[in-house]
């Protein structure tokens, strides 16, 4: 399912997930990368369009280029924006409660997936305590009352059929008329299969639809066909009136594009999707977990979450401050020292996800010096921590002894201090260099 999709994403925000520091430049190129693998996946071309510019937008400038960890959070913004793609959240069947019969009309084209997934959907809804009532409403191709008839046997669900009646709108009457008095809750009318261009037979199911008022009108789409099946829903949805989408053929769709396009391009959700021949082939639609799924990450992007919470908003905010000031201290460098080494240990974890090692490559600090820095600052009084040249030869033996390492490791550790106050010095004189200054001290101090 979605492999194609899933591998360039994987390989794109691989890059630039594990870049410590993004630059514009990186973050376009990573957009274009983007945009094309979604046009290789046969997104809409206005979705993309719209994706690409929102998706700048946000990562450009602020948001990113002054995160802790940046790479991580273009991540994050990718992910966002293909479950806004999607559909944002899990949208369900709205039937009436089981006192009244609801009504579920399936329609699309030739071969798309309706009879099965009408049988598909019978076996849902029984799974969630309903009783469902097949209609066998196809009656233009021979043998597709008898296919739903097996079908219905074989899911335990009792099918509707009428043989000899010509018209499709009796059919259907009869079968709610049938649920009514044999305390069946929901029916699920399979139509036949109809082209867009064909007249007639689109009027019929507008007839079906006056006749029956189903409180759900499903067009059931082939992803295979990529954004054709949007394109589909769309003239569906002009002419009878959508009221959601089944994506049929998942399993067989590395690309995407149906389940990224359906959404913006009709404004309809996408409710369930078809991941096989078998009636149990049937998954409610999670636009979080397919996004998920086509970016290869595992639960990472909670993690990322986590993780940039590590550093809050608030703990930047001042040592900006103390940077442009050049009042950095001792203890400022303990401080971030302390939230590198939380998100360290956030690092760990992520190493558990597939996928996520390779994301995290040259990420993880480095903990043994981290402790050893922490020991040897924390050794210090408040007073050394504020102004470190007070720190003469027997403050650093003290120090040393204190921290259960060598006067070399404090003179290091003073040192590495002094450059990084003299690397801010310089850096602040530079517009926008506070910001990249914020990301290498999350990266490595
Ligand atoms: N792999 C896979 N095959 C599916 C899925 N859904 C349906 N199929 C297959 O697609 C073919 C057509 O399915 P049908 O349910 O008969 O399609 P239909 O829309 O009712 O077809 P018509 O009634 O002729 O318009 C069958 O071979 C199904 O087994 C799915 O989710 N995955
Ligand atoms: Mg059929």
């Known amino acids: 399912m979605l492999e194609k999709l899933t591998n360039t994403?994987?390989?794109?925000?691989?890059?630039?997930?594990?870049?410590?520091?993004?630059?514009?430049?990186?973050?376009?190129?990573?957009?274009?990368?983007?945009?094309?693998?979604?046009?290789?996946?046969?997104?809409?071309?206005?979705?993309?369009?719209?994706?690409?510019?929102?998706?700048?937008?946000?990562?450009?400038?602020?948001?990113?280029?002054?995160s802790v960890n940046p790479g991580q959070q273009f991540v994050k913004i990718i992910h966002d924006k293909i479950v806004a793609?999607?559909?944002?959240?899990?949208?369900?069947?709205?039937?009436?409660?089981?006192?009244?019969?609801?009504?579920?009309?399936?329609?699309?084209?030739?071969?798309?997936?309706k009879t099965t997934a009408a049988a598909k959907l019978a076996l849902h809804l029984k799974k969630e305590g309903r009783k469902p009532l097949l209609a066998a409403c196809d009656l233009v191709r021979p043998a597709a009352i008898e296919q739903l008839a097996v079908l219905g046997q074989r899911v335990g669900v009792p099918v509707w059929r009428e043989d000899n009646e010509r018209s499709v709108v009796k059919v259907a009457q009869n079968a709610l008329s049938q649920a009514r008095k044999t305390g069946r809750d929901v029916v699920i009318l399979d139509t036949a299969g109809r082209l867009q261009i064909d007249d007639p037979m689109m009027t019929e199911v507008e007839r079906v639809k006056k006749a029956t008022s189903p409180d759900e009108v499903l067009l059931v789409a082939d992803a295979m066909t990529g954004q054709s099946a949007a394109?589909?829903?769309?003239?569906?949805?002009?002419?009878?009136?959508?009221?959601?989408?089944?994506?049929?053929?998942?399993?067989?769709?590395?690309?995407?594009?149906?389940?990224?396009?359906?959404?913006?391009?009709?404004?309809?959700?996408?409710?369930?999707?078809?991941?096989?021949?078998?009636?149990?082939?049937?998954?409610?639609?999670?636009?979080?977990?397919?996004a998920g799924r086509i970016l290869g990450m595992g639960d990472v992007v909670s993690l990322v979450e986590k993780a940039r919470q590590t550093l809050d908003a608030e703990e930047a905010v001042r040592l900006q401050r103390k940077i442009s000031t050049e009042t950095f201290s001792l203890q400022d460098m303990l401080d971030q020292i302390q939230a590198v080494?939380?998100?360290?240990?956030?690092?760990?974890?992520?190493?558990?996800?597939?996928?996520?090692?390779?994301?995290?490559?040259?990420?993880?600090?480095?903990?043994?010096?981290?402790?050893?820095?922490?020991?040897?600052?924390?050794?210090?009084?408040?007073?050394?921590?504020?102004?470190?040249?007070?720190?003469?030869?027997?403050?650093?033996?003290?120090?040393?002894?204190?921290s259960g390492t060598s006067v070399a490791e404090v003179n290091r550790l003073i040192k590495h201090f002094e450059q990084t106050r003299l690397t801010m010095k310089k850096m602040t004189k530079t517009k926008g260099a506070q910001a990249r200054f914020m990301q290498q001290m999350g990266q490595t101090v």
Not at 15 to 26: D, F, P, R
Not at 44 to 55: A, C, D, P
Not at 94 to 112: A, F, R, Y
């Open 9 to 66: 994403f994987s390989d794109i925000l691989r890059t630039v997930g594990g870049k410590a520091a993004i630059s514009e430049k990186n973050i376009e190129d990573a957009v274009e990368q983007i945009k094309i693998a979604l046009l290789e996946a046969d997104v809409n071309l206005r979705v993309v369009r719209r994706f690409v510019n929102s998706t700048i937008e946000d990562a450009r400038g602020e948001k990113v280029l002054r």
């Open 85 to 113: 793609l999607l559909g944002d959240v899990r949208q369900d069947l709205k039937l009436k409660g089981p006192d009244t019969v609801s009504v579920i009309l399936l329609l699309g084209l030739q071969g798309s997936g």
């Open 231 to 290: 394109n589909i829903a769309k003239t569906f949805d002009e002419r009878v009136g959508l009221t959601a989408v089944i994506l049929t053929k998942f399993d067989s769709d590395t690309r995407g594009g149906a389940a990224l396009s359906v959404k913006s391009v009709t404004g309809k959700p996408v409710l369930f999707i078809g991941t096989g021949e078998k009636p149990e082939d049937f998954e409610p639609f999670h636009p979080d977990r397919i």
């Open 341 to 402: 080494k939380k998100m360290g240990s956030l690092y760990s974890l992520l190493e558990m996800i597939p996928g996520a090692q390779a994301m995290m490559q040259g990420r993880e600090a480095n903990t043994g010096e981290l402790k050893k820095q922490e020991a040897i600052i924390r050794s210090m009084t408040k007073k050394e921590r504020a102004n470190h040249l007070i720190l003469g030869p027997n403050r650093r033996k003290r120090i040393a002894h204190g």
